[in-house]
Structure formats: structure tokens, C-alpha cells
T-cell receptor, first 112, second 114 residues
Framework: AQRVTQPEKLLSVFKGAPVELKCNYSYSGSPELFWYVQYSRQRLQLLLRHISRESIKGFTADLNKGETSFHLKKPFAQEEDSAMYYCALSGDGGTSYGKLTFGQGTILTVHP | EAGVAQSPRYKIIEKRQSVAFWCNPISGHATLYWYQQILGQGPKLLIQFQNNGVVDDSQLPKDRFSAERLKGVDSTLKIQPAKLEDSAVYLC????????????FGPGTRLLVL
């Protein structure tokens, strides 16, 4: 079974401070990890994915297979980063391939 | 490019009533997903279609939930009869094909069962 845990429901930082949203997963194979974001009054959308190795809006995430983590980081938070962030996992084969399992989400608030 | 469309946006019903949700995916997207998002939780996949065939419905409560995508485009999700615990946001998403493709989400339908 695949499971995603986001230990923080709420995270508050001040503008310009570093931010890290934690994500831990449980999966027996080689998963693909994603971060989705939902801004206020907008749809859920993809922020970044591990396989692309991209930095989107200043955010990066590193897959640590030893610690089974995929934490999302940004060195200098901006007010427009305030949103709900979901970590998601897809399995590497069989019926779990392409099937997303989401964490419970973390609400990030960036104060001015 | 038009996004995923869903209707209605809100629905309030009494328990034991039936309800249906509609989804129109992005044009050309072969894969369609229905998720249930209960307050305070992340989305949970209910059913996944590839064209008009079901790929995965392992988490769909089949005694009361049903879904179809007859022509491989639009889809409907039905609940009959509804229970209090079905109160949630129902999200539809689509992707070009199955696999590690970006999923594009609709605005969701917020259901309240009284």
C-alpha cells in the first residue's frame, strides 16, 4: 500500500524567510513524487514533479529514498506563496502506476 | 485552452436522496479521474477511466456510487442513496493519457448531505 504523510497541517513564516514543507511516504517500490498547490479560489494544480528536476516559482524538492521524504523548499518565501500544498505519490508499476495518493495537505501562510 | 469543467458547483441534498455530478475533461485527454476530498483530507481517487473503459475503481463504494464515461469524453458520477459521510468536494481531473502525466483538475462540486 502507498501512503503519504504531511506532518504539518499549518505552517506560518514571514516574507523573506526560508520555508520547508515536509512530506514522507511509504511505498515498497520506486515511487514518483509530486507537489500540487491550491491557491485561494483557484483549482488544484501541479507545482513540480521529481522526475522533471525543475525549480518552479523558486521551489525545489529533493527525493531522499533513505529517509523516504520529498520535502518542498524555498529559500525566500513570498506572500503569494500562501496556499494549500499537497504532496502526492504515484507507484512505479501495475495498478499503482499513474495513480496518485495524496497527503493531507499543509496550509502555508506567508506574513508580510 | 479550456480547462476541466464540472457541474453543479454546489449541491445540498438529504440523506437517502440521489445526486449526480458531471465532468467535461480537456479536449483530447484520454484519461479521466474522479476524486473525493473530505474536509481536512487530501483528494482520494475513486475511479479512473482510460477513454470509456475503467482502469481503476478499487476505492469506489460500488454499493452506492457509480460512474460512467460512455463516449470517452464527458463523465457522470452518481451517488444513490447518499449518506451523511458522502459530504465532500468531488473533483474531476483529466490527463493526456494514463501514467505519469500531469493531471488537470476541475473546480470541484461541493456536496452537503443533511
Amino acid at each position: 500500500a502507498q501512503r503519504v504523510t504531511q506532518p504539518e497541517k499549518l505552517l506560518s513564516v514571514f516574507k523573506g524567510a526560508p520555508v520547508e514543507l515536509k512530506c514522507n511516504y511509504s511505498y515498497s517500490g520506486s515511487p514518483e513524487l509530486f507537489w500540487y498547490v491550491q491557491y485561494s479560489r483557484q483549482r488544484l494544480q501541479l507545482l513540480l514533479r521529481h522526475i522533471s528536476r525543475e525549480s518552479i516559482k523558486g521551489f525545489t524538492a529533493d527525493l531522499n529514498k533513505g529517509e523516504t521524504s520529498f520535502h518542498l523548499k524555498k529559500p525566500f518565501a513570498q506572500e503569494e506563496d500562501s496556499a494549500m500544498y499537497y504532496c502526492a505519490l504515484s507507484g512505479d508499476g501495475g495498478t499503482s502506476y499513474g495513480k496518485l495518493t495524496f497527503g493531507q495537505g499543509t496550509i502555508l501562510t506567508v506574513h508580510p | 485552452e479550456a480547462g476541466v469543467a464540472q457541474s453543479p458547483r454546489y449541491k445540498i441534498i438529504e440523506k437517502r436522496q440521489s445526486v449526480a455530478f458531471w465532468c467535461n475533461p480537456i479536449s483530447g485527454h484520454a484519461t479521466l479521474y474522479w476524486y473525493q476530498q473530505i474536509l481536512g483530507q487530501g483528494p482520494k481517487l475513486l475511479i479512473q477511466f482510460q477513454n470509456n473503459g475503467v482502469v481503476d475503481d478499487s476505492q469506489l463504494p460500488k454499493d452506492r456510487f457509480s460512474a460512467e464515461r460512455l463516449k470517452g469524453v464527458d463523465s457522470t458520477l452518481k451517488i444513490q442513496p447518499a449518506k451523511l459521510e458522502d459530504s465532500a468536494v468531488y473533483l474531476c481531473a483529466s490527463s493526456i493519457r494514463t501514467g505519469l502525466q500531469t493531471q488537470y483538475f476541475g473546480p470541484g462540486t461541493r456536496l452537503l448531505v443533511l
